[in-house]
């Protein structure tokens, strides 16, 4: 064999053992940062403060974890940042949750939101633990957050809601259960 011959054979046979080991390496990634959602979610959802008026999101960047929503008691914002410091490959969090600011108009709101979303067909939702719809309310303007089974239930929320005296707009967040998505 010439000697360019044998070079180029090295090379591709170099060329592939690196790209095998990439794969490799993306799927452990992949892997490891699937466990880490899954852990991370558990954590806040068990959280005891976390309730239907907040609003609690993340995102895994490598070894960071990236906290972010609305809140409405302030400890819920520490809280989340605490349960989450343990889980194996976690380095770093960047807890950017937001506190909502204290208003009585604001409470009342929050209320009768829930009263006119939970009252009726959309019931169902209420009675988990964790209701899987959130209502985030801040200087009177309203987001609903979290997941419905259909878009019929996701429209009635947003009717309902923009039913409410006093509420100057309502964002539609809700995301749609991945087994109603066809």
Known sequence: MSRVLRWSLT???VAGL???GIAQSAEAIHRRNARITREVRHKLV???QFSVWDNLAFKVEGDTVVLM???YHAVLKDDAQSAIKG???VERIDNRIEILPPSSN???IRRQVAHAIFTGPLFRYSIAPVPSIHIIVKHGNVALEGVVSTQ???NIAGIKANGV???FSVANNLALEKSAIK
């Open 165 to 167: 005296p006093g509420v």
């Open 11 to 13: 090379a591709v046979l």
């Open 106 to 108: 604001d409470d009342r």
């Open 152 to 154: 019929g239930d996701k």
């Open 46 to 48: 068990m959280l005891p």
């Open 69 to 71: 929503g609305q809140v």
């Open 18 to 20: 690196a790209s095998a």
């Open 87 to 89: 889980i194996e490959g």
